[in-house]
């Protein structure tokens, strides 16, 4: 019980055990969890985040950049992604916009939701902090935040040129 609270509720039974076992103690993992459910200890984990794959191959959008990353000057590929990070007891999302020649964050936006607004506050903070580049080519993945009508406009409205991967590259 002190192990648990001194460590805000999280540890797990095998936490438990581990942690026990490192100060000697000799006891197995279905008796840390048989002691929990006793004293009523219940692991506070993370739940799991609510991230849509995209389902549906997009032919319609090619993979233009086809791991060609070596790029010659700023401001030609850009790409983008999603990720998700645990903070104060529920999941965030982190779109994020590199530019590929430095390799560099250009642009990102954080959200409680995954969704197109996400990707396109990222790509509007991108666009704007540098310059309003022209000529771009912007690659991802085949998220459905990046096929989603709401993005291709975005990108249609700066003149910039879609690439997707292909399926699981």
Same mark, same amino acid.
């Given at each position: 019980? +002190?192990?648990?609270? !001194?460590? !805000? /509720?999280?540890?797990?039974?095998? &936490?438990? %055990? ?8 000799? @006891? #197995? ?6 002691? %929990?459910?006793?004293?009523?200890? @219940?692991?506070? $984990?993370?739940? /799991? ?8 191959? !997009?032919? *319609?959008?090619?993979? &233009? ?6 790029? +010659? ?6 790409? #983008?992604? @999603? ?15 590199? *530019?590929?020649?430095? !390799? ?5 936006? =954080?959200? +409680?939701?995954? *969704?197109?607004? =996400?990707?396109?506050?990222? =790509?509007?903070?991108?666009? +704007? ?5 022209? #000529? =771009?080519?912007?690659?991802?993945? $085949? ?9 291709? $406009? ?9 690439? %997707? /991967?292909?399926?699981?590259?």
């Amino acid at each position: 019980s +002190e192990l648990f609270t !001194r460590y !805000r /509720s999280a540890p797990g039974s095998r &936490t438990i %055990m581990a942690m026990m076992q490192e100060e000697g103690e000799q @006891i #197995g993992r279905f008796k840390v969890r048989r002691l %929990m459910r006793e004293l009523a200890l @219940i692991s506070k $984990q993370p739940g /799991s985040h609510a991230y849509k794959k995209a389902t549906v191959e !997009r032919p *319609d959008i090619p993979n &233009t950049l086809n791991r060609a990353f070596d790029v +010659e000057a700023p401001n030609q590929v850009w790409c #983008g992604d @999603i990720t998700y990070v645990w903070a104060q007891g529920k999941w965030h999302y982190l779109a994020v916009v590199l *530019d590929l020649y430095a !390799r560099r964050v250009v642009g990102w936006a =954080l959200s +409680e939701k995954p *969704d197109a607004d =996400l990707v396109v506050k990222a =790509l509007d903070v991108a666009y +704007e902090q540098r310059g309003k580049p022209q #000529g =771009l080519l912007f690659h991802s993945d $085949q998220g459905s935040q990046y096929g989603s009508r709401q993005f291709r $406009q975005r990108l249609w409205r700066y003149r910039i040129r879609q690439s %997707m /991967s292909r399926r699981g590259n």
